[in-house]
């Protein structure tokens, strides 16, 4: 498992004024690029990576599924393809910046938008409202 905490990111200055983006000091368009960890084998992780790089992207934006890595309350899983620490270093290898999309709800098309079955099981909890335990 890659240690999140050491994790290393693409550096740069990024702001934002009337006209747009500026990038290390230069108005530029981001190419940003879908990809999903979590919906390929670990091992095409690079090479995909590598493709959206060679394309002329900057950027991915990923979503970071809850339900796929709390597999049960307090149950966290970061190995083999649930290891998103690895496919992080990998973007930075391939020199794109990530957006990363934490849930708790991210739609995409994934079972309860990525909230754990699990908890369906608490009755005081209230489900895609303002609730304060997230």
Same mark, same amino acid.
């Given at each position: 498992?890659?240690? !999140?905490?050491?994790?290393?990111?693409?550096? &740069?200055?990024?702001?934002?004024?009337?006209?747009?983006?500026?990038?290390?000091?230069?108005?530029?368009?981001?190419?940003?690029?879908?990809? #999903?960890? #979590?919906?390929? $084998?670990?091992?095409? @992780?690079?090479?995909?990576?590598?493709?959206? =790089?060679?394309? &002329?992207?900057?950027?991915?934006?990923?979503?970071?599924? @809850?339900?796929?890595?709390?597999?049960? $309350?307090?149950?966290?899983? #970061?190995?083999?393809?649930?290891?998103?620490?690895? #496919?992080?270093?990998?973007?930075?290898?391939?020199? !794109?910046?990530?957006?990363? =999309?934490? &849930?708790?709800?991210?739609?995409?098309? @994934?079972?309860? &938008?990525?909230?754990?079955?699990?908890?369906?099981?608490?009755?005081?909890? =209230?489900?895609?409202?303002?609730? $304060? =335990?997230?």
């Amino acid at each position: 498992m890659t240690d !999140l905490s050491t994790s290393t990111v693409v550096g &740069g200055a990024v702001a934002l004024d009337p006209t747009g983006l500026v990038l290390d000091g230069r108005e530029e368009a981001l190419l940003c690029a879908s990809l #999903f960890y #979590f919906r390929l $084998p670990r091992e095409t @992780w690079e090479a995909r990576l590598a493709a959206v =790089r060679a394309t &002329g992207y900057r950027a991915i934006d990923v979503y970071l599924p @809850w339900n796929f890595h709390e597999t049960a $309350p307090g149950v966290w899983d #970061f190995e083999g393809r649930r290891d998103v620490g690895a #496919f992080l270093d990998l973007a930075h290898e391939a020199g !794109l910046a990530v957006i990363a =999309r934490p &849930g708790p709800y991210i739609c995409s098309e @994934w079972d309860g &938008g990525a909230l754990p079955a699990w908890l369906g099981l608490d009755p005081d909890l =209230r489900v895609r409202q303002a609730e $304060p =335990r997230f």
